[in-house]
């Protein structure tokens, strides 16, 4: 029989025929904005001690410390449950 092709050798049939191809943006098209990467690595770059995911400001820390707030909350919620849970039911 002899080994047989692994892939098809023609492009498989197009499922939407009747579509129509995706209108080209124009030059000035409002999402195209400027590359914002550059700036963004000398901010996260800068040598000033900061950990990465405070570099940017007022809205990491408050970010930062509700997320660590929220974890300790939940720490201390499921310890009082487990001391709750542990307790034998008065009768």
Known sequence: ??????????????????????????????????????????????PDGLPVYLKLGYSDKLLYRTTMALTIGGTIYCVVALIIASQPKKQ
Do not use: C, H, M, W
């Not at 492009?11 to 939407?16: A, E, K, N, Q, V």
């Open 1 to 46: 029989q002899g080994l047989k092709p692994l892939a098809p050798t023609e492009p498989p049939d197009l499922i939407f025929r009747k579509s129509k191809p995706a209108p080209a943006l124009p030059a000035a098209s409002p999402y195209l904005n400027t590359n914002k990467v550059p700036d963004l690595q000398k901010i996260f770059q800068r």
